[in-house]
């Protein structure tokens, strides 16, 4: 298990216990939170591939299938359901997580039909990690 200081003057410390060769695959057309999940999994020790674009997603899901899909529900044209169909089709074991700023009940229905966790915007380090791999965030003390 590594300890993981989330911010340098922090007493929050993610307890990591991700194997070592763990990828997830972020999906997101939003740069700022591209960066920040890209950040965070990272620093939970996974090998993180960011992409901003549908296309780019689904070019690495299908050359290369990650343990974790993280992507937006909305991707301009596209949805990030349609990722997360192909990516438990490349690789049923995958885990996935779609995130949305909507509170959409059916919405959250298709997510659970097509085998993934919805997580609203915005969210903590803890949620996502709890639906990755069942980490939690703990006090130092």
Not at 29 to 34: I, K, M, P, Y
Not at 52 to 59: A, I, L, M, R
Not at 74 to 84: D, E, I, S, T, Y
Not at 104 to 109: K, Q
Request: with cysteine.
């Amino acid at each position: 298990m590594t300890a993981i200081r989330l911010h340098p003057h922090s007493d929050i410390v993610a307890m990591s216990t991700v194997p070592i060769g763990k990828r997830a695959l972020v999906v997101d057309d939003d740069e700022a939170v591209l960066r920040l999940m890209t950040h965070w999994l990272t620093r939970a020790g996974y090998a993180v591939v960011p992409c901003e674009t549908f296309e780019q997603g689904k070019h690495q899901l299908t050359t290369s299938p990650p343990d974790v899909l993280l992507t937006d529900l909305r991707l301009g044209a596209f949805n990030g359901l349609q990722l997360v169909i192909l990516a438990r089709a490349q690789s049923p074991e995958t885990i996935a997580v779609v995130m949305s700023a909507f509170d959409d009940a059916t919405l959250r229905d298709e997510a659970a039909r097509c085998g993934a966790h919805y997580l609203m915007k915005p969210f903590s380090l803890t949620q996502l990690l709890e639906l990755t791999n069942g980490d939690t965030i703990q006090e130092h003390t």
